[in-house]
């Protein structure tokens, strides 16, 4: 390579291809990643409301249903018994309350982590 010479701009030009190559490396694979993560969330959801119409089926004789929530604060799902004639919540596994409290401990706990930081 004696006697080869670069100028600075052609080196910054070769340095912004390869970084917009690598860009875009990095951007399709996300995006392939993203398509799989949506596919398999989409077949999860598919196999969970199967299940729950399943359970449903067989708890119809009973004049009950089971229900799945999402806890907002949390993130979390848990399920409700619910009276299927009067609509009204039996139970709650694990309880809404107990979300609740623990989402809260959460937040707490984040305030004390940031205000030692």
């Not at 291809?17 to 959801?45: C, M, P, W």
């Not at 309880?95 to 609740?100: C, F, G, H, N, Q």
Request: hydrophobic share 40%.
């Amino acid at each position: 390579m004696e006697g080869t010479s670069f100028s600075a701009k052609t080196l910054h030009s070769i340095a912004l291809s390869y970084a917009n190559v690598q860009q875009s490396k990095d951007t399709k694979q996300l995006e392939t990643e993203s398509k799989a993560l949506e596919s398999s969330n989409e077949v999860i959801i598919a196999q969970l409301e199967k299940a729950v119409e399943e359970i449903n089926r067989k708890l119809a004789p009973t004049f009950v249903s089971v229900r799945f929530q999402l806890h907002e604060k949390s993130h979390t799902y848990f399920a409700q018994v619910v009276n299927a004639e009067t609509n009204e919540v039996i139970r709650e596994i694990p309880p809404e309350k107990l979300l609740d409290m623990h989402a809260e401990m959460e937040r707490l706990a984040g305030l004390v982590i940031d205000q030692k930081m």
